[in-house]
């Protein structure tokens, strides 16, 4: 380098809270996978960080999962995936849409928790928690996630039998119901649950 080259400036360093998310990102799938016996060292290995980085950005493994249950159970998401479905489409494509954007959302949450229940971990009660720990509002993100299914309805509200707002709690409870398995036939297509929730049962 010649000596009047200015000198190099070193990029700036990850955020703390940007490397807890990328840790967070990172360990979901495997703790899908694996559960709680996941380890540090594969999750450190999927971020492509060193290990210690995990215990720099996190207290311990306990820490770091109850982040992945949170970042699991967040609806920020969906709720962005719900407002972007075009409202000009005909109403059965946009439930269509919706349907499909709760099911991965339900999904996800379902591989994540169960994978930890599986493996012998139960939840811990309330804890000292680092922000991005804490588990979402589970009224205020039902609440949030009714309000912009409404919005879906609304283009049709003229045409509907019961007004956008309780059409969007019961296609809501009608999507937790196939999560739980109470109405979740693995045949039955999102499409065919939309069209007999639009069109109802009769010929």
Do not use: Y
């Not at 494509?93 to 493996?119: F, K, N, P, Q, Y």
């Not at 879906?152 to 019961?162: G, I, T």
Request: proline share 6%; glycine share 6%.
């Amino acid at each position: 380098m010649k000596s009047d080259d200015p000198p190099r400036r070193r990029a700036p360093g990850m955020s703390q809270e940007r490397r807890r998310e990328m840790i967070v990102m990172a360990a979901l799938p495997l703790v899908a996978e694996h559960g709680a016996a996941v380890t540090t060292a594969q999750i450190a290995r999927a971020a492509g960080i060193g290990e210690a980085t995990v215990f720099r950005a996190f207290t311990d493994k306990d820490e770091l999962l109850d982040a992945c249950v949170a970042e699991a159970l967040r609806s920020d998401h969906v709720l962005e995936q719900l407002a972007s479905v075009p409202l000009d489409q005909p109403l059965t494509e946009r439930l269509a849409e919706a349907a499909d954007v709760m099911r991965a959302h339900m999904t996800r949450i379902g591989a994540v928790l169960g994978a930890l229940h599986a493996s012998g971990r139960r939840s811990r009660g309330p804890q000292p928690r680092e922000e991005g720990t804490a588990l979402p509002d589970r009224a205020a993100s039902f609440r949030a996630t009714r309000e912009a299914l409404t919005e879906l309805f609304e283009p049709d509200r003229d045409r509907l039998r019961l007004p956008p707002e309780r059409l969007a709690a019961l296609f809501l409870s009608l999507m937790f119901a196939g999560a739980r398995g109470a109405a979740g036939d693995p045949e039955s297509s999102i499409a065919e649950v939309v069209d007999v929730f639009v069109h109802g049962i009769l010929k």
